[in-house]
């Protein structure tokens, strides 16, 4: 089983940036296809991104594509997203997840899931 932590997350301006990292602990997570889901109040939790278990591919949500990346560090059981020119309607809370099977884009293919950090951004 792996435990899974957020952090980065914050209240920024729109225009601004953030990098959120998720910990892992328990196992290690070279073994896991990694992704970052956001949930804004009243509304569904939403793919935002994913990367394979070695980081060589990714898949983004419409939405972010060109203003997001997601990262890995393995040797650092550590999973990053980056966001760049944030809007406000990227005010979420953002939770990341891991699975041991390939790296979908819907909720119900992750087994492990972080608390998630909350991201504002003002306008």
């Not at 992704?35 to 804004?40: H, K, N, S, T, V």
């Not at 060109?66 to 939770?95: C, H, I, W």
């Amino acid at each position: 089983q792996v435990h899974l932590v957020e952090s980065g997350g914050g209240l920024v301006q729109a225009g601004g940036s953030l990098r959120l990292s998720c910990a892992a602990s328990g196992r290690t997570l070279s073994s896991y296809a990694m992704a970052w889901f956001r949930q804004a109040p009243e509304k569904e939790r939403d793919f935002v991104a994913a990367i394979n278990w070695s980081g060589d591919a990714t898949n983004y949500a419409d939405s972010v594509k060109g203003r997001f990346t997601v990262s890995r560090d393995n040797a650092k059981n550590t999973v990053y997203l980056q966001m760049n020119s944030l809007k406000p309607e990227d005010t979420a809370v953002y939770f990341c997840a891991a699975t041991i099977y390939s790296h979908r884009t819907y909720p119900a293919a992750y087994e492990y899931w972080g608390q998630g950090t909350q991201v504002t951004v003002s306008s």
